[in-house]
């Protein structure tokens, strides 16, 4: 899979790009603020119709246009994968606020020229994005590790993305009838409805993400250690909130302890355990819990309340790890989910890379590097080209970013 041309128009301080991108390594360089990272928000957004960096799709509006009458964001993105040539295309337009109201922006997706539903769209284009803030993946909250689980298998998994939508829609209808009997009363069996799609949907997301950590932690137990000198020990444990007689009747993911057993990965291990035996057992947490459901007014279990912890040597680097540690947990993290990809999907991801060499010791900064030169395509940030040793990127472009332009310094063979 491959990304051979990108467009912007409008696009944060973009105003417009029109430029081939080659297969291999792209290394771009320049100054802080001016738009390495944009350039890659840009292909982010292009391939899961989201940016990493804001909820609010306004803020990708071009300072220069916000002022005009119908200003608007344009992406277009040509690929080829393995049959054959797409077009990616995503336009927003923010159309006039009415009496007073917020301007919205309006979004359009089109495959082809044929304009799709996000849930269609997704999948298109492959990527993988590692950028410093990931180590909020291993020390915030389990909300953002449930989302890039959600992001990662929405790109190889229709039926998981379909799943995920149905889920998130019941689980607010769930909630809402939960409020209503607690305020006023009524029969606690009209859940039953609400509970039967909850299982149906929520029991394969609890699968593909059970499937998919087991995977990522195979993978990041060879990666890790090559980024750490062979001193450390990354293991990756999924945390449902069905009991998968893994963690016990009730227990919450708050109560696990900071260090784990030193046979960590055997003691925590889930079971292997088939779609009906999932649904299985989350209807009957269902029904057990009901009542605590209907004093507290919320679902108190299910895949929307998962987590995935980060241990090294045991050590659950959530609560209990350094910038360092956590740091490069996140890198290998992502590294493993490019081979995860492909292994999916027959097709290699695109990788982007912000400034991942920063906080990085050349042992590291070797390791990185040598990985940067197996990937199909890669798109890495640095300010410093004293960060990559000399002749990278081997075969690939060393790209200068300035004020939103683009101009290649050199082409390496």
């Known amino acids: 899979m491959q990304l051979v041309h990108l467009t912007l128009y409008n696009f944060r301080n973009y105003a417009r790009l029109d430029v081939d991108l080659p297969a291999g390594a792209i290394l771009l360089q320049g100054a802080n603020g001016q738009g390495k990272s944009n350039l890659l928000e840009a292909v982010y957004y292009l391939a899961t119709t989201r940016s990493p960096y804001t909820s609010v799709d306004q803020q990708l509006l071009s300072w220069m246009v916000v002022d005009e009458e119908m200003p608007f964001v344009r992406l277009e993105g040509r690929m080829r994968r393995e049959d054959g040539r797409h077009k990616l ?20 997706l089109r495959v082809d020229g044929l304009k799709r539903r996000a849930i269609d769209y997704l999948g298109s284009l492959n990527v993988v994005l590692f950028r410093p803030e990931d180590i909020d993946l291993i020390g915030q909250g389990p909300s953002l590790r449930r989302r890039y689980l959600d992001i990662t298998l929405s790109q190889i998994d229709p039926r998981y993305r379909s799943d995920l939508s149905r889920y998130n829609q019941t689980i607010t209808q769930r909630n809402a009838l939960l409020r209503q009997l607690q305020e006023t009363g009524g029969d606690p069996d009209q859940l039953a409805f609400w509970d039967e799609t909850l299982v149906t949907v929520g029991s394969y997301l609890i699968l593909r993400r059970l499937q998919t950590i087991t995977r990522l932690d195979e993978l990041v137990a060879t990666l890790h250690p090559s980024l750490t000198g062979g001193i450390e020990r990354l ?15 009730g227990q919450n993911v708050a109560q696990l302890p900071l260090r784990f057993d030193p046979q960590f990965a055997q003691t925590f291990a889930l079971p292997s355990l088939g779609l009906e035996e999932i649904a299985e057992r989350f209807q009957r947490q269902l029904y057990e819990r009901r009542s605590l459901d209907l004093i507290r007014g919320v679902t108190s279990v299910g ?3 998962d987590d995935l912890r980060f241990l090294v040597d045991g050590v659950d680097m959530t609560a209990f790890g350094s910038r360092g540690q956590q ?19 027959g097709e290699s991801p695109l990788l982007l890379l912000d400034d991942v060499m920063s906080e990085l010791d050349e042992r590291r900064r070797a390791c990185v590097t040598g990985i940067i030169g197996e990937q199909e395509q890669v798109i890495v940030t640095t300010t410093d080209l004293a960060d990559f040793p000399a002749g990278f990127p081997a075969g690939g472009a060393l790209w200068q970013v300035e004020e939103g332009r683009i101009s290649e310094v050199s082409r390496l063979e």
């Not at 295309?89 to 922006?105: D, F, V």
């Not at 740091?327 to 999907?345: D, H, I, N, P």
Request: proline share 5%; hydrophobic share 40%; glycine share 6%.
């Open 89 to 108: 295309e995503i336009t927003l337009i923010q159309k006039p606020a009415n009496n007073g109201g917020t301007a919205r922006l309006r979004k359009e």
């Open 235 to 249: 293991r990756l444990v999924f945390v449902p909130r069905v009991d998968l007689d893994h963690l016990g009747e």
């Open 303 to 305: 895949p929307h309340r």
């Open 327 to 345: 740091r490069t947990a996140a890198l290998s993290l992502k590294l493993a989910e490019v081979a995860f990809m492909r292994e999916e999907t």
